[in-house]
């Protein structure tokens, strides 16, 4: 059994498996007779000639420690997920190592953070903390296999 410690969530750490989707410090404009900033394409949806769908994914919590023994990924397109409740959230993502996942990493998600997987990433299911959650999540739907799933040895994640 591996065990890993989670991380703090910044850009550059996340870099190598999507973005992280968060307001920057200044908006890209004001729109709304400027009631309203837009942080305008934050991220972008890799789509391999699907449609971009938007759907709402209710997950049961997890407590820590964490045992990860699912991954998966969507070889046709990204996926985002952007909380719509008021709890910090478990993405776990990993390194792709000849076709299968290679070392998970956990990385904790703030509040009203989301983050957009890049096609092809290996992750966990969503894993809210402590408490149900509702997610908005955009993502491919489309012809083609656009979901592998591999059972793993068991992960233990921890604070």
């Known amino acids: 059994m591996t065990t890993i410690r989670i991380e703090p ?37 890799e789509r391999a000639g699907g449609e971009a769908i938007i759907s709402l994914f209710r997950s049961q919590a997890v407590s820590l420690p964490y045992d990860c023994t699912l991954l998966e990924r969507h070889p046709l397109g990204s996926q985002a997920f952007m909380p719509l409740g008021p709890d910090a959230w478990l993405s776990v993502v990993a390194p792709d190592d000849k076709g299968k996942p290679g070392t998970p990493r956990a990385f904790l998600v703030p509040a009203g953070t989301g983050v957009n997987l890049r096609a092809g990433v290996w992750h966990g299911v969503l894993t809210p903390l402590d408490n149900p959650a509702d997610f908005l999540v955009v993502d491919r739907e489309g012809e083609g296999t656009n979901l592998e799933e591999v059972t793993i040895a068991s992960v233990t994640i921890t604070a």
Do not use: Q
Request: net charge neutral; proline share 8%; glycine share 6%.
């Open 9 to 45: 969530l910044t850009a550059d750490a996340f870099a190598p498996f999507g973005d992280v989707l968060t307001p920057r410090a200044t908006p890209d404009r004001m729109i709304n007779a400027g009631r309203c900033e837009r942080h305008h394409a934050l991220a972008t949806v």
